[in-house]
């Protein structure tokens, strides 16, 4: 006898929980928080490094100026 979902319902035990969702959404953030926090760092204090790395002051600018939020 085998035993199937009713139509429409899905196997809710594979789908990650809302509290994990939100723990790897701010996981996220406070990563590219802590990234863009390092590069205004690094950017000042050894401006060289930047081009070492093969970007522009306006680029490191733009990637600082963004929103944690933001990709």
């Known amino acids: 006898m085998s035993h199937s979902l009713p139509a429409g319902s899905a196997d809710v035990s594979n789908r990650p929980s809302s509290l994990t969702v939100l723990r790897n959404t701010i996981t996220i953030w406070d990563e ?3 990234f863009r926090w390092d590069l205004a760092q690094k ?3 050894n401006p060289h490094l930047i081009d070492d790395i093969g970007l ?3 680029q490191v600018e ?3 100026a963004k929103p944690f939020w933001q990709v």
Do not use: D, P
Request: proline share 0%; hydrophobic share 25%; no cysteine.
């Open 56 to 58: 522009t002051t306006r």
């Open 62 to 64: 733009a990637e600082i």
């Open 43 to 45: 950017s000042k204090a």
């Open 32 to 34: 590219r928080q802590r």
